[in-house]
Each structure stands twice: as C-alpha cells, then as structure tokens.
C-alpha cells in the first residue's frame, strides 16, 4: 500500500535485484532476507548470471536491470535499490540515472569511503569473486579507479569455484566454504600489510564476514554494512525522549 501524497511506510524500503541462481543463500546472503532486522523484497533478473557480469559485460543485459528496478519501485514502492552481485558495479550510473531512488547496485561503492577512513599509507583489501572479473571499467563506475587496492581473488578455490562461479552443484559445503574464504583473506593481508580495512565484492562473502575479521584483526565493509546504512538513510525514525514540536 502507497499512501497518496507521501512515502511508503508499510512496504518495502529496500528493493534487491537479484542474479538467477540456484544454490542455498545462507543468513548473511543478501538474497537471504533473515539477514536483515527490516523487510526487503526481490525481483529475479532471469538468465542473468556471475560469469555475465564479469570482464566487459553485454550491455543487453542493462535494460532488464532497469525495468526490475521501475518495477520494485511503482510495484512495491522501494526507497532504495541495490544488486546480489558485485559485478554490476559497471551498471551504477545508468541504473542511478533511470529511476527517482538511490542505487547502491555494488559493495564496491564504499572502496572511497573506506579509504578516506584510512592512513595516507594504507591501502583497501579487496576480496573479490574472481580477480580476472574485475576491470578498471567497474572500479571507475563507483569512483575507485584512483583508489590504492590489494585485490584477492577466490579464483581456484574448489567450493567456492563449482557451488558459486560454475554453479556445476547446489549442495553447499559450508565447512570447506569457509576455510577458503578465511585463508585467502589471511594470505592477502600477509602478503600485502598495508591493507588497512577490506572491502567485499561478492554478495557469497558476508556470511563469513565475521570470521575474516577474526582472522586479520580488520574493519570488514560488504554489501550487508551498505544495506544497513542505506535503509538507516531512507527510513529515519525519531529518537526516543525527543518531543515533537
């Protein structure tokens, strides 16, 4: 229900558009709404998939986007729109530019937050599907093709390469997913010191956030700490003991 003349405030305030896969979204998973303490709702992109959003993508798949964000908005009445894939960060503007709400389409868009958050010494991890998926063409969609990066790369972990990149199975080992996560945020940070504070690109990392922060000590960014944000900017709510005037 849209209240005439004024905002939506009984639907949904976050909009989700969502990749076509087929594997278990655990909590965490932004396409897993446990995830989060307020309502979000989904539109499916169909036949849009990882391997379609990596390197110089096909521009055909821009209008589908675009059409489900307008849908989410006039059907359900979203305040805000964002992505399940990091990769469609090289369709931030053209997504912006189509509909009358904010797009946060990728995790990607705080790597500049972050690094003004950090020491002029100090470099963004960046934690990434595949290494070879990220071009310069996304990094400067969301403003980051000046930042300084360390990027890592899921790229020859088993689990994660077959349930997630491949998508050859639906049965997810979450044991063996997580030790491939925590060991190439370890190595990253081993090799690369400088990294002050990681970003995650893949929507499949958040649920182990946790863990990778364990493991490097560091402030973990992904696409759940945007959400959250986000939701707080277009649903502001009165503090408690304030009087209205």
């Known amino acids: ?40 709702t989904y539109k499916i992109i169909k036949d849009a998939r ?36 990091g990769f469609l960060a090289v369709f931030q503007k053209e997504i912006a530019d189509a509909v009358d709400v904010p797009v946060f389409i990728s995790s990607l868009i705080q790597v500049p937050i972050v690094y003004h958050m950090l020491r002029s010494d100090q470099k963004v991890g960046v934690m990434v599907a595949t290494k ?17 990066l ?4 899921m790229d020859g972990q088993k689990e994660f390469c077959e349930v997630i990149m ?13 030790g491939e996560i925590t060991s190439v945020a370890e190595s990253m940070v081993r090799e690369n010191p400088e990294v002050g504070a990681i970003v995650l690109e893949c929507t499949d990392m958040p649920p182990f956030a946790h863990l990778i922060q364990k493991a490097v000590n560091l402030p973990v960014f992904d ?20 009087m209205p005037l």
């Open 150 to 153: 360390c990027i890592a790369g």
């Open 132 to 148: 070879s998926g990220l071009t310069p063409e996304h990094l400067s969609a969301v403003g980051a093709d000046h930042v300084p």
């Open 166 to 178: 491949e998508q050859n199975k639906q049965q997810l080992d979450i044991t063996k997913l997580e």
């Open 50 to 85: 990882i391997p379609e959003l990596m390197g110089q993508p096909d521009r055909t798949l821009l209008e589908p986007f675009i059409e489900a964000a307008r849908e989410l908005i006039r059907d359900e009445g979203v305040r805000a729109i964002t992505g399940s894939c």
């Open 223 to 242: 696409l759940i700490t945007l959400t959250n944000m986000v939701y707080n900017a277009v649903v502001r709510k009165r503090y408690q003991g304030i």
């Open 1 to 40: 229900m849209i209240l005439q003349g004024g905002p939506n405030i009984y639907g949904f305030a976050i909009g989700i558009l969502s990749l076509d896969s087929n594997f278990a979204k655990v909590p965490g998973h932004i396409k897993n709404a446990t995830t989060f303490d307020f309502p979000v």
